[in-house]
């Protein structure tokens, strides 16, 4: 107020009201200065523990890497453990030289090549014990089914389903592939019985980190069915998830081979 010179009531109240408006702006800047501040706090630490991450990621990559040429060393191309060997020296690869899952995945090579069916997925659920999965049997054709994929990435999409079915299913019961096929598609269908995801979490199971578990804040649940939905729609398929009578179906579908 511009009357804090004049010696009556008026300025006295002019005074009075300058003065207290100055306060207000002085604890305005203070309690700004106070966020400020504290948001900095936050920003340091974010980006401490993010680059602690990366170091901590750094060494284990390197860690990893020294015994898995061991591995190659002590086994050839022919063996079964092979297979494996290669899919772990290809996770690390892609993993450890990337920013985020999102680029991981992104960026990974998708080297197709043409793939019975059958045959695959009758080794799928054979070997499937290995990866500590029981009583998973396959059902349809032996042979004759054949698509366009990359087998180390179809395998680790379908053993992540598998995976996620054996957490769920009912007292140990069987984990069934099935293989079917129309005009122009492979259907591979993986069933678990067990309880039946909620109608609106059909779509969202595919979401990074999405669980309908309960989990503590450092749990990384909700990843493997996002591998899984990655992997596939990169090789030009589709995968969804359905509630049966008994259990949950997942659905595969992948373009036939011409």
Known sequence: MPYSDRNDEIGALSRGFNELLRETRDQSKREQDERERRAEVVRKTQ????????????????????PLQALRSLHNESSESWRYIERITNAVTQLF??????TALTLREVNLEHLDLGT?????????????????????????????????ALEDALTNILINGNRYRSDNSALTITLSCDANNANIDIFNDGPKIPEDKLQKIFDLYFTTERVSENQLHGIGLYVAKSYISRMDGTISAHNEVAGVKFRITLPLSL
Do not use: M, W, Y
Request: a negative charge; proline letters at 7%.
């Open 47 to 66: 980006f401490e523990t993010v680059r602690n991450r990366e170091v901590n990621l750094q060494i284990i990559g390197h860690e990893i890497r020294s």
């Open 97 to 102: 030289g990337a920013d985020s899952p999102e």
């Open 120 to 152: 695959f997925l009758s080794a799928v659920a054979k070997n499937s014990p290995l990866a500590n999965i029981s009583n998973v049997s396959f059902i349809g054709p032996q042979s004759g089914v054949v698509v366009s994929v990359d087998p180390t």
